[in-house]
């Protein structure tokens, strides 16, 4: 299938074509880079076009550049253009141009990725759906989402993410989105922002990128609904309210867990809705009813997306439960739940209630005893109140079902001292010091949480704990 031909690229970024080219995908890591692909040439930590000629080497139907790179022939396919980046804009603008596609944006301080993933599963059957590709949520995600978005698309899911004020309504504007949805406010990225009504105007700025008549999809339980609200109402979206709140248009009545599964019973519009999530987190309640929502919003059937949301199951990294075997004559060994992609305090009690709800199993192993044990890296970019926001989840309701907590990272010392002495695990300055010495956290039996943000590579303490054992018959817990 033909993504892009020279001439429609050419005419989307302005650009010059040095000889004609038809490609069937767009990558800009030539180590996912499949043959036919159009070669972005990026320029981030490295220079993309020192790529360009090991990428038309692999296979790359021609490469977008802004020079004719050293090593590359000036008859080899490319496309030359002034910005790079400002082209592949162009190039997402034009795959949304050219689309029938509804389009719907998601953000959100937690549950972005998994309530993506989710619509992916819902709307895949109903229709021809593009995603996101893992969290490709930021400046260069978002226009690459789009501009490998197929023409015959018929529902398109882009997560959009931020760092910094201002960042979310360009990409909102960009994808021209027909509904956007909010997760949740909660504190993130506070290293940025002053505050959590300031987190909640940059969320709710996604509204600017709505169509005349598009859908604002709400999270009704939120100390900032009101500011979310106002905002849609700014824009003239139609609002539409998911949560527990009595007020909400898709209304949480009761979560139960069941085995590896959530189940939820709600109303739509006042009507009973009963559904479930193969993956047990009271959390997920919320983002599955948010994920329905959209799912009404884009024109989907409620009752066929209801039974399709049970499909879904989080991206590794979001909390895969996954039996770890150590012994496969005895069948000893130990549940993993890795979440070791992201965190901040709310996806961090999300985890530990998944934790604290899991049921150890005894008779097994050293001790006999299965224990429920966390491994929690530091949580970054929460600002000056990041030491207070670590030292509090000592508080967590429940906490002390979980009999031990091994902290890693210098910010996750507060918690470690915060926390009761015979709850106090290790203290690693790094995920490679705890990592080394994983075969003493654990025991035959246990459940071990693994959670903390990507920069402190706890992934390094699961890459650990997975190599004492065979991984067999994964589960889903996700947090994210």
């Not at 880079?33 to 139907?61: E, M, S, W």
């Not at 400002?86 to 990725?113: C, F, P, Q, W, Y």
């Not at 007020?247 to 009507?271: F, K, M, N, P, Q």
Request: with cysteine; net charge negative.
């Amino acid at each position: 299938m033909v993504l892009w031909t020279s001439d429609a690229a050419a005419k989307a970024t302005g650009g010059r074509v040095t000889k004609p080219w038809a490609a069937s995908g767009v990558s800009i890591d030539t180590r996912a880079l499949r043959p036919g692909d159009l070669f972005v040439a990026l320029t981030d930590a490295r220079d993309g076009h020192d790529f360009v000629a090991a990428a038309l080497d692999k296979g790359a139907a021609a490469a977008l550049v802004s020079r004719v790179p050293a090593g590359v022939a000036a008859d080899a396919p490319l496309l030359i253009v002034p910005d790079v980046l400002r082209a592949l804009e162009d190039l997402g603008r034009a795959a949304r141009a050219r689309t029938k596609a509804r389009v719907v944006g998601i953000t959100g301080s937690v549950g972005k990725t998994s309530t993506k993933e989710m619509l992916r599963a819902i709307l895949g059957g109903q229709g021809r759906v593009h995603a996101a590709e893992a969290s490709y949520n930021n400046h260069w995600g978002v226009p690459l989402t789009l501009a490998r978005m197929p023409e015959a698309t018929e529902f398109a899911v882009i997560e959009i993410g931020m760092s910094h004020p201002g960042e979310i309504a360009p990409l909102a504007r960009m994808a021209d989105l027909d509904v956007a949805m909010i997760t949740t406010v909660a504190p993130a990225h506070l290293e940025a922002f002053e505050s959590i009504e300031g987190i909640a105007h940059e969320k709710a700025s996604i509204l600017d990128g709505l169509r005349p008549g598009g859908v604002a999809v709400l999270n009704a339980d939120i100390a900032t609904t009101p500011i979310l609200r106002a905002k849609a109402e700014a824009v003239g979206a139609r609002v539409v309210m998911f949560g527990a709140d009595a007020g909400a248009d898709w209304r949480i009545l009761s979560v139960d867990l069941a085995g590896d599964a959530t189940v939820v019973r709600a109303t739509r519009h006042g009507e009973a809705l009963l559904f479930k999530v193969l993956s047990p987190g009271r959390h997920f309640a919320a983002n599955a009813t948010g994920a329905l929502a959209v799912a009404e919003a884009m024109g989907c059937d409620p009752a066929i997306s209801a039974c399709d949301i049970g499909q879904w199951s989080p991206p590794m990294g979001r909390g895969t439960r996954e039996r770890i075997v150590m012994d496969t004559l005895e069948e000893t060994g130990f549940d993993l739940i890795d979440d070791a992609f992201n965190a901040n305090p709310a996806s961090m009690a999300a985890a530990l209630d998944v934790l604290i709800a899991a049921v150890p199993e005894n008779g097994i192993g050293r001790l006999a005893t299965g224990r429920r044990i966390a491994v929690l890296g530091d949580m970054l970019e929460l600002g000056p109140s990041e030491a207070a926001l670590h030292a509090a989840i000592a508080r967590h309701p429940g906490l002390e079902a979980v009999t031990l907590i091994h902290c890693v990272g210098p910010r996750m010392r507060a918690l470690w001292e915060a926390l009761p002495r015979g709850q106090r695990g290790e203290w690693a300055e790094t995920a490679t010091d705890l990592a080394a010495r994983a075969r003493s956290l654990i025991d035959g039996g246990d459940i071990v949480l693994v959670k903390g943000s990507k920069g402190s590579k706890v992934s390094l303490v699961v890459d650990g704990l997975r190599k004492l054992g065979q991984a067999v018959s994964p589960k889903n817990t996700g947090t994210e």
